[in-house]
């Protein structure tokens, strides 16, 4: 047989500096609206991963159109186990989770991935929702002003502060930092929840630097109605919360759980009682407008705020919808003590076994789908993640 020379070898395909992974269940027209905001970015040295989720539409193929790789699950394992296969298919250095149904403005990605070339020491970053929202009802105006107000205060010195938490609406975040840390946890939160938060209060606990950068922000696609939003404060956000921080033993009183706002909470239920004790006492109600009255007073800059986005009457409609707010913050509070001493009483033997792996913070003991020991994440490997099927292109 003649030999023939090999000739020059083929180069490496040139590793992205950045991977922008987005989970996606059904996403539909929202996720086309956050795949061209991502095309339309100003940075252009990265890889955009989809994962799909076990949808039903036509996700997968929306996303292959505009251009992405497409990871897609067996079934519908959830976001927490969505996004820990597309790090796993990831090349870059620096992974930066979107939900699906945000959008980025053009100089999003720029601005992130300059603070972590500034910062070798920074591990996380997270952003948050500009103040124009999408949708323009007035629960989804409200809501998503809300999240934007929340995360734009603080004390901030080139416009970002320390956090001890993560969000991976828009987050970013160092790729062995993540695989070495254990990734998210899909066993705890097999839904949507908080396992951002339970990530973040990890890299914490493990020394890691996080920020909160007010100028890397995205456009809120979601419409809210108002039982989605009381199931998701309660259910999917404040009873995981609480019970994250009552097991880890962490006091929280960053973001939305600040000083104020425990108290708002409080005054809150102070007021329904003592509504409820008007009927027997008449007066009763002067405790109750005096509970309102401190609650407008401790919250009048986000009134104010809300008046500059939207008026007078938007403000003026957004009172109850924030004591509704507080309402579920507190009934999630409830909830999550009920949950704490039911297990502390029936699984003794479950804190006893927590109490050794406590430091390392891997989550909540929840009833139901979150039920769950603080137990130490193993760091990801290929080998933990399951088949893929991924786009042939």
């Known amino acids: 047989m003649d030999d023939f020379p090999a000739g020059p070898a083929m180069p490496a395909p040139r590793r992205p500096a ?53 990871v897609r699950m067996p079934r519908s394992l959830g976001p927490a186990q969505a996004r820990n296969h597309g790090v796993e298919s990831a090349r870059a250095p620096l992974i930066f989770f979107l939900d699906a149904d945000v959008v980025p403005h053009e100089e999003t990605l720029y601005l992130a991935v300059r603070r972590f070339e500034a910062d070798p020491k920074l591990a996380a970053l997270f952003g948050s929702y500009d103040d124009r929202p999408y949708a323009r009802g007035m629960i989804s105006r409200y809501r998503n002003l809300l999240h934007h107000y929340v995360h734009q205060r603080g004390d901030f010195h080139e416009n970002v502060r320390p956090a001890h938490t993560f969000w991976t609406g828009c987050g970013v975040i160092r790729r062995d930092v993540f695989r070495a840390i254990g ?110 009255a401190v609650t407008i007073t401790l919250n009048r800059r986000f009134y104010r705020f809300l008046g500059a986005q939207g008026g007078l009457s938007f403000a003026l409609r957004s009172v109850p919808m924030h004591h509704l707010y507080f309402v579920c913050c507190g009934l ?62």
Request: charged share 25%; proline share 6%; net charge positive.
């Open 18 to 70: 950045l991977s922008v992974v987005v989970p996606v269940r059904n996403g539909g027209r929202s996720l086309e609206r956050c795949l061209r905001g991502i095309r339309a970015s100003t940075y252009n040295d990265y890889e955009l991963i989809v994962v799909d989720d076990g949808s039903t539409d036509e996700s997968a193929l929306r996303a292959r159109e505009l251009g992405a790789q497409v």
């Open 183 to 292: 990734g998210f946890d899909p066993d705890l939160y097999r839904r949507p929840a908080i396992e951002d938060i339970e990530l973040g209060y990890r890299l914490t606990r493990a020394g890691h630097k996080i920020v909160l950068a007010r100028d890397v922000q995205v456009t809120h696609l979601k419409r809210w109605t108002l039982g989605r939003l009381v199931r998701t404060d309660i259910f999917q956000r404040g009873v995981p919360w609480m019970l994250l921080i009552l097991r880890s033993g962490t006091p929280e009183s960053d973001l939305n759980v600040s000083p104020s706002q425990r108290l708002s909470v409080a005054l809150t239920g102070l007021m329904l009682l003592s509504l409820a004790a008007s009927l027997l006492w008449p007066w009763a109600a002067l405790v109750a407008f005096a509970g309102l």
């Open 332 to 393: 999630a509070v409830v909830f999550a003590w009920a949950m704490w001493l039911w297990s502390s009483l029936h699984h003794p033997e479950r804190d006893k076994e927590n109490q050794g792996a406590r430091p390392d913070l891997a989550g909540a003991a929840v009833p139901g789908p979150w039920m769950g020991r603080v137990r130490r994440r193993r760091p990801l490997s290929s080998a933990s993640v399951e088949t893929r099927d991924r786009d042939p292109r």
